[in-house]
């Protein structure tokens, strides 16, 4: 391993000298004799630790020392005083150096305060890569291989990015709306500090806003004698996802659109102003804009927190994913329960692929712990996940899906002819009304319409090919 480096800054050529030849032997050194020379060098060239002279010529150590805070604050940094003058001592301290020692230097002494200071960065180096690579591995996992979750996925990597951004997540029960608040989080560059959750729905109205930004002693009876800090405290400089924000009381909008214009806010019965920095993250399932027309949510507060938008499909409307869900969730039950289930039969999936999935994905989640956990063998047939065993009348189930050999199956290309298939027979039955022809598939416009473009742009590719071979 290189020998770690280390900066003398000393005006004294006796101290520098001497510290030279004690230290030479096991550290590569570098020796200056004033701040401003060891000031221009570290930007370019940053050591492992700095030896610094309280008592400088041009500018004075301590003030050096701050410089080199504000810019290395990792920089393990010890100051040497001429004579322990206390306060001195304690500014250097309180600026952020990591010990002092007093001339004339004993060099056994400053040799362990060397080896220490190193060791402590090393440590904390060490305990940051492990904090990060944890949390990185651990990073909640949201699946979805249609283009619709891909491309949402691309654009959570994004708007994650700024750290103070408001995002508003949209979409029905169980799409994945916590999932995607805390994606936004651990991609976020707040990652290490708290992803704090308040479900505004299950706490009593007149409780929420003292939840959120806490109170002061005696703000209302039966309150904590001590009062309390609130919820954005425990999300500073991190995340405060807000699920189901629609259920917030007018008072405590005001309070958090007061928050989200200034970062100040008030606990309640308190007349001081608190300061925070976090990430506001909200979800609903719930109709916002019909609020905002019968009065129950306010409008601006509406726009605030919506900066950015996001909406997340029904697993209806992309039922490319349920497979691919399905599958993720096996195994994640498997692991759970310690069990070996592999496929699905035949009839299962054709149940899993047909079902209309109101609850979205937490009910496809739901149906899979049911199904693992219940399997006798290492199939799981509709009974395991609490369907009929037989195909529901109307169906076809049998003539659906072309039964899987080993020669395996193509099924992109087959998600796509059957994309295809629904979608010119839908516009048929309409007369090419889109918005009719989208009811039918029970999917919404812009995703019908998205489909389409698809389905029109893999025609064109074909033609094209055909083309080229003639
Ligand atoms: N794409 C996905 N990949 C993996 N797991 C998912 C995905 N979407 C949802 N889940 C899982 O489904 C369950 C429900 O998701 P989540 O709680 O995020 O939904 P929600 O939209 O916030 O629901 P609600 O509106 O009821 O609060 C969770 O266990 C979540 O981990």
């Not at 010529?57 to 004579?83: N, R």
């Amino acid at each position: 391993m290189d020998a770690h480096t280390l900066f003398i800054i000393d005006d004294e050529e006796t101290i520098r000298d001497s510290l030279a030849f004690a230290l030479e032997s096991t550290y590569t050194l570098q020796t200056f004799e004033t701040g401003q020379e060891a000031l221009a060098v570290i930007p370019k060239n940053p050591p492992d630790l700095i030896l610094l002279d309280i008592g400088l010529p041009d500018i004075s150590g301590i003030e050096v020392l701050q410089q080199i805070k504000g810019t290395h604050p990792g920089i393990p940094v010890i100051m040497i005083t001429a004579f322990e003058e206390i306060t001195t001592v304690i500014t250097a301290m309180k600026s952020g150096a990591y010990d002092y020692l007093v001339k004339p230097l004993h060099m056994d002494a400053l040799e362990i305060v060397i080896a220490n200071a190193l060791e402590t960065v090393s440590l904390k180096k060490e305990v940051k890569g492990l904090q990060e690579q944890l949390i990185q591995e651990n990073l909640p996992c949201f699946i979805g291989e249609s283009e619709v979750i891909q491309e949402m996925l691309t654009f959570v990597d994004t708007v994650a990015k700024s750290p103070d951004t408001p995002i508003l997540i949209l979409g029905e029960t169980g799409t994945g709306k916590e999932l995607i608040a805390s994606a936004v989080h651990h991609r976020s560059p707040n990652f290490r500090s708290n992803f704090v959750t308040v479900n505004c729905a299950a706490i009593p109205r007149d409780l929420i806003e003292s939840e959120i930004f806490g109170y002061e002693r005696g703000a209302f009876s039966g309150a904590n004698p001590n009062g309390k800090r609130g919820l954005i405290e425990d999300a500073h400089r991190g995340t405060l996802f807000l699920d189901e924000i629609g259920d917030l009381s007018l008072k405590a909008q005001a309070a958090l659109l007061r928050f989200l214009e200034t970062g100040e806010f008030y606990r309640i019965g308190g007349t001081r102003k608190h300061h925070v920095q976090a990430r506001i993250v909200s979800a609903t399932n719930k109709d916002l804009e019909q609020m905002i027309q019968a009065e129950t949510f306010r409008r601006d507060l509406f726009f605030r927190i919506g900066v950015i938008k996001l909406e997340i499909p029904s697993l209806n409307e992309r039922r490319s994913d349920i497979l691919s869900l399905a599958t993720f969730f096996l195994e994640q039950f498997n692991r759970k329960f310690s069990k070996k289930v592999t496929t699905f039969s035949e009839q299962a999936l054709q149940a899993i692929m047909t079902h209309h999935w109101t609850g979205n994905v937490r009910e496809l989640k739901n149906i899979m712990e049911r199904g693992v956990l219940v399997a006798k063998g290492t199939t799981l047939t509709p009974g395991d996940l609490g369907f009929s065993e037989k195909p529901s009348n109307g169906s076809n189930a049998d003539t659906m899906f072309a039964p899987l050999t080993t020669d395996g199956i193509d099924l992109p290309l087959l998600r796509q002819e059957m994309d295809k298939f629904y979608i010119k027979e839908s516009l048929t039955l309409t007369n090419g009304n889109e918005s009719q022809a989208a009811k039918l598939l029970n999917i919404n416009h812009h995703t019908f319409r998205y489909h389409r473009k698809k389905c029109m742009d893999t025609d064109q590719g074909e033609d094209n090919n055909q083309g080229d071979g003639s």
